[in-house]
Nanobody, 123 residues
Framework: VQLQASGGGLVQAGDSLRLSCAAS????????LGWFRQATGNEREFVAA????????TYRDSVKGRFTISRENAENTVYLQMNSLKPEDTAIYYC?????????????????WGQGTQVTVSS
């Protein structure tokens, strides 16, 4: 599986961004997908995840109500819509493909990782 993330950029607090992650290889609709982020000097942390069929999603508390993860299996793409961005959302964002169809918040569950896309939110 190869994952290619895009859509990052420099925005102001309160703005929106939509990240995309295109996948190739293993059957896209067979595995869960997640988004993680890593700020400078910090550990990589869970942001959001979605099941293989898109029926269930889960988020870290600090992004609930602001971020939305979705997937389009026909296009082999997962998205992360980020609204009301805050400076503390600044990080490199990574998409990841899970070992199986259901979600996990643990990065150890994810076998495949994209290259990351930088999101910078200025105050």
């Amino acid at each position: 599986v190869q994952l290619q993330a895009s859509g990052g950029g420099l925005v102001q607090a309160g703005d929106s961004l939509r990240l995309s992650c295109a996948a190739s290889g293993r059957s896209f609709s067979s595995y869960a997908l997640g988004w993680f982020r890593q700020a400078t000097g910090n550990e990589r942390e869970f942001v959001a995840a979605i099941t293989y069929d898109g029926d269930y999603t889960t988020y870290r508390d600090s992004v609930k109500g602001r971020f939305t993860i979705s997937r389009e299996n026909a296009e082999n793409t997962v998205y992360l819509q980020m609204n009301s961005l805050k400076p503390e959302d600044t990080a490199i964002y990574y998409c990841a493909g899970g070992k199986g169809p259901y979600v996990s918040r643990s990065k150890n569950y994810y076998d495949y990782w994209g290259q990351g896309t930088q999101v910078t939110v200025s105050s």
